[in-house]
């Protein structure tokens, strides 16, 4: 037997925040359009954000009474069992697909881990009994600027000297 909610369904104390939400961000926001202070700006800012936090709320309050019947709710949460066919192309894909699968698995295991680089470390670091460390030398030199080298394709450039021009001002 399903017990009866009154008018404000089950989740009351959603409904009630939600209510002082608004109020709260109601007046804050009247406050900072009705009331002469120099921070009205933040108030009229903070009762619309208030109202605004208010709408999660009404969301909870609206989605916890939600009323599934339990016939259209059995399908969803896994309460009806459906029959299995072993026959047909369905029960052939459902094999094909779970061999592939488990021979994925099973190889992933064999060669000792499933991480997608495993196989690339083992394979750098040679066979496993045998880790070898090497010192790499590697030469350094500073190199200067150099004038650029036009390449003998590129068209000439034209040298174009730029008059001096002074800046002028107005008194103001």
């Given amino acids: 037997m399903e017990a009866e909610y009154g008018g404000l369904g089950r989740c009351v104390c959603s409904f009630w925040l939600a209510v002082a939400f ?3 961000g109601l007046t804050v926001l009247l ?3 009705f009331v002469n202070v120099f921070f009205y700006d933040l108030l009229i800012y903070a009762g619309a954000i208030v109202i605004f936090l208010s709408l999660i709320w009404w969301v909870f309050w609206y989605s ?6 339990p016939a259209e709710l059995e399908d ?3 309460l009806l069992k459906k029959k299995r066919s072993a026959g047909g192309i369905g029960g052939a894909v459902r094999s094909l697909s779970s061999r592939v699968s488990n021979g994925i698995r099973n190889s992933f295991r064999r060669n000792g881990g499933g991480t997608f680089g495993s196989r ?3 394979s750098a670091a040679g066979t496993p009994g045998s880790q070898q460390t090497r010192q790499v030398t590697v030469a350094m030199e500073t190199v200067a600027p150099q004038e ?3 390449h003998p394709a590129d068209p000439p450039v034209a040298e174009v000297a730029m008059p001096h021009t002074t800046m002028e001002t107005s008194p103001t």
């Fill in 120 to 122: 690339a470390q083992r």
């Fill in 22 to 24: 608004d109020i709260v």
């Fill in 76 to 78: 969803d949460v896994g």
């Fill in 31 to 33: 406050l900072g359009v």
């Fill in 64 to 69: 916890g009474n939600i009323e599934v019947p």
């Fill in 148 to 150: 650029s080298t036009r």
